[in-house]
């Protein structure tokens, strides 16, 4: 049972600070005048619960604040809820429920988002959405949501809500998505089965062939297995045949080489006798008189080494000389460039410049003066010294004398001439004591590679009889070729032959093993098919037990019957008026049924009227008792009441007590706003609220 323990506002409507803790059998009255903000209480318990207010939650916000905020701590057997709810001046909520079981420490909601919180507290918590919570726990003032006024359809809704069963849509829906998706599957399973036994008689089919291929696989291997073998021995008489015919190229290759090294012997022999016959014809009588001046060369050139020497020394004693002849001075350019500063000097008697103007510190002309002069003295002292050193340097020049002439190039020409000829002169020795010499081993030579030449004239007839025999044994194989030729070709035909009864067998045999393999997956759809339709048939049955006339219409039947007793039995103490409640009716063409809940207002003199027929006070009446017959269907054990009975005569006030006396006796808590004394002072205990600088505040308990 759903109790409440405390609630706090802070800046809620004229609310700053105010906190109520609600006992246990405890009856509340909160009285004041009209606007000191004894509705604030009732509707900060609406907003705390279901983010609803009067007006726009940001007009909740208490003037001159920026958030409301509202805290209701409720209690259901052992386990403690603390709901917190807060509107800030820009319309932002925000809403957080803490959860307390037992001694344990206080845990946060883990949900989020304030959209699932609410749908959270709403339908695990509170079970009751916010008009059925209106029209029977709390009852606000000036209420525009009240459950007479509710469509027919809306009123069954709200029925179905109090027995938890307002999720039979959702299941419903999920039971047809489910419905659908099996049958989906049973279908699939059914074109499954179409597709497998169809690939299942083609593979049973290709697979009926697999004894035959076998038999062919055999014997195409026994008829390959002996044209190998044939081809084995006609491999080795090849490969004989391939011997010889190598054996010829090399022979053939050794006879030509050994030809070849005859030429070259002929050649050789041809040389020989041609060095000889130079030999023979050499003239050198001749030879001597071409470097027969070779002596007087020698004088020639050894007459111009002496005067080269000779004119080697001059040149040296020449720069010897140089170096001592003095440097060059223009001496008459420099005395006259001095005069001419004394003449300038001497020109301006006063101290002063002759070029810039420059006054000089006093007895600076004199120095000037004397500077110049000893200058002057100094350069020409040194053009005496200059001349002198010149005339010294001339006088050495003319005693060394002309220098001598010298052909270089007549030097350089005999040198080389002389050199040429004695290079002659030597081989003319070496051709004189050698040519005997050489007469006689140029001999030895030819005679040596004559006989050479008749051992590889003999090696040639022996290789060509051998290259012969060697052609005479190939010409007689030709026929094997052929024989190989026409074997590999058998051969060939043969393993294209084989490939193919290789091929037809896999396909046979992966026919064979599809083949298993799809009667085992017909066995599995087929076990699959039957526990869809098991499970089909379930969920039709489902389908239909959630349908109109399903499980609804049994819950609608059992509260219905028991709403009217609650209603009738709050109402009879009230009035001589009772409800009846009906869940069809007939419409206004008579033709079909309409599906609802309809409430049927029967007054004392039996006459049915709508609730809209009666006066106010009457129907206050009718509404109250509707209010506590939906209240007794439900898990709360607290009522609130604002300004809920008004235009009451004073013996339906009595009557009313005597109503409100009963129920303090099945009702935990009950908070109760009135301006009828009589009905306040029922109530043990009472809480004033007052207005105070636009603040309302509690000031008694």
């Given at each position: 049972?759903?109790?409440?323990?405390?609630?706090k506002?802070?800046?809620?409507?004229?609310?700053s600070?105010?906190?109520?803790?609600?006992?246990?059998?405890?009856s509340?009255?909160?009285?004041?005048?009209?606007?000191?903000?004894?509705?604030?209480?009732?509707?900060?318990?609406?907003?705390a619960?279901?983010?609803?207010?009067?007006?726009d939650?940001?007009?909740?916000?208490?003037?001159?604040?920026?958030v409301?905020?509202?805290?209701?701590?409720?209690?259901?057997d052992?386990?403690?809820?603390?709901?917190?709810?807060?509107?800030?001046?820009?319309?932002?909520?925000?809403?957080?429920?803490?959860?307390?079981?037992?001694?344990?420490?206080?845990?946060?909601?883990?949900?989020?988002g304030?959209?699932?919180?609410?749908?959270?507290?709403?339908?695990?918590?509170?079970?009751?959405?916010?008009?059925?919570?209106?029209?029977?726990?709390?009852?606000?003032?000036?209420?525009?949501?009240?459950?007479?006024?509710?469509?027919a359809?809306?009123?069954?809704?709200l029925?179905?809500?109090?027995?938890?069963?307002?999720n039979?849509?959702?299941?419903l829906?999920?039971?047809?998505?489910?419905?659908?998706e099996?049958?989906?599957?049973?279908?699939?399973?059914e074109s499954?089965?179409?597709?497998?036994?169809q690939?299942?008689a083609?593979?049973?089919?290709?697979?009926a062939?697999?004894?035959?291929?076998?038999?062919?696989?055999q014997?195409?291997?026994?008829?390959?297995e002996?044209?190998?073998t044939?081809?084995?021995?006609?491999?080795s008489q090849?490969?004989n045949?391939?011997?010889?015919i190598?054996?010829?190229?090399?022979?053939?290759?050794?006879?030509n080489?050994?030809?070849?090294?005859?030429?070259?012997?002929?050649?050789?022999?041809?040389?020989?006798?041609?060095?000889?016959?130079?030999?023979?014809?050499?003239d050198?009588?001749?030879?001597?008189?071409?470097?027969?001046?070779i002596?007087?060369?020698?004088s020639?050139?050894?007459?111009?080494?002496?005067?080269?020497?000779?004119?080697?020394?001059?040149?040296?004693?020449?720069?010897e000389?140089?170096?001592?002849r003095p440097?060059?001075?223009?001496?008459?350019?420099?005395?006259?460039?001095?005069?001419?500063?004394?003449?300038?000097?001497?020109?301006?008697?006063?101290?002063?410049?002759?070029?810039?103007?420059?006054?000089?510190a006093?007895?600076?002309?004199?120095?000037?003066?004397?500077?110049?002069?000893?200058?002057?003295?100094?350069?020409?002292?040194?053009?005496?010294d200059?001349?002198?050193?010149?005339?010294?340097?001339?006088t050495?020049?003319?005693?060394?004398?002309?220098r001598?002439d010298?052909d270089?190039?007549?030097?350089?020409?005999?040198?080389?001439?002389i050199y040429?000829?004695?290079?002659?002169?030597?081989?003319?020795?070496?051709?004189?004591?050698?040519?005997?010499?050489?007469?006689?081993?140029?001999?030895?030579?030819?005679?040596?590679?004559?006989?050479?030449?008749?051992?590889?004239e003999?090696?040639?007839?022996?290789?060509?009889?051998?290259?012969?025999?060697?052609?005479?044994?190939?010409?007689?194989s030709?026929?094997?070729?052929?024989?190989?030729?026409?074997?590999?070709?058998?051969?060939?035909?043969i393993?294209?032959?084989?490939?193919?009864?290789?091929?037809?067998l896999?396909?046979?045999?992966?026919?064979v093993?599809?083949?298993?393999?799809?009667?085992e997956?017909?066995?599995t759809?087929?076990?699959?098919?039957?526990?869809l339709n098991?499970?089909?048939?379930?969920?039709?049955?489902?389908?239909?037990?959630?349908?109109?006339?399903?499980?609804?219409?049994?819950?609608?039947?059992?509260?219905?019957?028991?709403?009217?007793?609650?209603?009738n039995?709050?109402?009879?103490?009230?009035?001589?008026?009772?409800?009846?409640?009906?869940?069809?009716?007939?419409?206004?063409?008579?033709?079909?049924?309409?599906?609802g809940?309809f409430?049927?207002?029967?007054?004392?003199?039996?006459?049915?009227?709508?609730?809209?027929?009666?006066?106010g006070?009457?129907?206050?009446?009718?509404?109250?008792?509707?209010?506590?017959?939906?209240?007794?269907?439900?898990?709360?054990g607290w009522?609130?009441?604002?300004?809920?009975?008004?235009?009451?005569?004073p013996?339906?006030?009595?009557s009313f007590?005597?109503v409100l006396?009963?129920?303090?006796?099945?009702?935990?808590?009950?908070?109760?706003?009135s301006?009828i004394?009589?009905i306040?002072?029922?109530?043990?205990?009472?809480?004033?609220?007052?207005?105070?600088?636009?603040?309302?505040?509690?000031?008694?308990?």
């Amino acid at each position: 049972m759903l109790l409440l323990q405390k609630i706090k506002l802070n800046n809620f409507l004229s609310h700053s600070e105010t906190e109520i803790d609600f006992k246990d059998k405890f009856s509340l009255a909160i009285t004041g005048r009209s606007g000191s903000g004894k509705s604030g209480i009732v509707d900060s318990i609406i907003f705390a619960l279901y983010g609803k207010g009067r007006v726009d939650n940001r007009f909740l916000i208490k003037k001159g604040a920026k958030v409301a905020k509202v805290q209701l701590t409720i209690v259901d057997d052992n386990i403690t809820y603390r709901v917190e709810r807060t509107v800030d001046n820009k319309g932002k909520n925000s809403l957080e429920i803490h959860i307390k079981d037992g001694d344990k420490p206080w845990k946060s909601l883990q949900v989020s988002g304030i959209k699932n919180i609410q749908e959270y507290l709403e339908k695990q918590i509170l079970k009751c959405s916010y008009t059925l919570f209106v029209n029977s726990v709390c009852s606000p003032q000036n209420s525009t949501d009240s459950f007479v006024d509710q469509p027919a359809s809306a009123k069954k809704d709200l029925l179905l809500q109090i027995a938890s069963v307002d999720n039979l849509e959702e299941y419903l829906k999920k039971t047809k998505e489910k419905l659908s998706e099996f049958e989906t599957e049973k279908s699939n399973n059914e074109s499954n089965s179409l597709i497998i036994n169809q690939s299942l008689a083609i593979d049973r089919q290709t697979a009926a062939n697999l004894p035959t291929l076998e038999t062919q696989e055999q014997k195409i291997k026994a008829e390959l297995e002996i044209i190998n073998t044939n081809l084995k021995q006609i491999t080795s008489q090849l490969a004989n045949l391939d011997f010889k015919i190598n054996s010829k190229a090399e022979k053939e290759r050794e006879l030509n080489v050994t030809k070849q090294s005859i030429q070259m012997i002929d050649l050789e022999i041809n040389t020989l006798k041609d060095e000889i016959k130079k030999i023979n014809e050499l003239d050198i009588t001749a030879m001597r008189v071409e470097v027969g001046d070779i002596d007087q060369l020698k004088s020639e050139l050894n007459g111009l080494k002496v005067v080269e020497k000779l004119a080697n020394e001059w040149n040296v004693k020449m720069m010897e000389v140089m170096k001592e002849r003095p440097v060059t001075r223009d001496f008459d350019k420099e005395i006259a460039e001095i005069n001419k500063q004394l003449i300038d000097l001497m020109a301006y008697p006063q101290e002063q410049c002759p070029q810039c103007g420059h006054k000089f510190a006093p007895k600076t002309v004199d120095s000037t003066s004397k500077r110049l002069e000893s200058v002057l003295v100094d350069t020409n002292r040194a053009r005496i010294d200059y001349n002198r050193g010149l005339e010294e340097y001339e006088t050495k020049v003319k005693a060394l004398g002309e220098r001598l002439d010298i052909d270089s190039g007549k030097i350089k020409a005999l040198e080389v001439d002389i050199y040429n000829k004695e290079q002659k002169l030597v081989n003319i020795n070496n051709i004189i004591n050698t040519r005997d010499l050489k007469r006689i081993t140029y001999q030895e030579k030819i005679t040596s590679k004559e006989a050479g030449k008749s051992e590889k004239e003999s090696k040639i007839m022996a290789l060509t009889a051998e290259i012969q025999t060697l052609i005479t044994e190939i010409m007689g194989s030709e026929d094997i070729k052929k024989q190989e030729v026409e074997l590999n070709n058998k051969k060939n035909e043969i393993e294209v032959e084989l490939r193919n009864v290789i091929g037809s067998l896999s396909l046979a045999r992966t026919a064979v093993t599809r083949a298993v393999l799809a009667e085992e997956q017909l066995k599995t759809i087929e076990g699959s098919t039957q526990e869809l339709n098991t499970k089909i048939e379930a969920l039709i049955l489902l389908k239909e037990a959630m349908g109109i006339n399903g499980i609804k219409a049994i819950i609608i039947d059992y509260l219905t019957v028991s709403l009217e007793e609650k209603i009738n039995e709050v109402l009879s103490k009230l009035s001589d008026f009772r409800i009846r409640i009906d869940t069809q009716k007939t419409s206004a063409d008579g033709e079909k049924q309409i599906e609802g809940l309809f409430i049927t207002v029967i007054n004392d003199m039996g006459e049915e009227l709508d609730f809209n027929s009666y006066s106010g006070g009457e129907r206050v009446k009718i509404a109250m008792s509707i209010g506590e017959g939906l209240s007794s269907l439900q898990k709360f054990g607290w009522r609130v009441w604002d300004e809920t009975i008004t235009g009451l005569d004073p013996q339906m006030i009595d009557s009313f007590m005597e109503v409100l006396s009963k129920l303090k006796e099945n009702i935990n808590q009950i908070i109760l706003i009135s301006h009828i004394p009589q009905i306040q002072d029922c109530i043990e205990e009472k809480l004033e609220i007052k207005k105070i600088n636009g603040n309302s505040q509690i000031v008694t308990n």
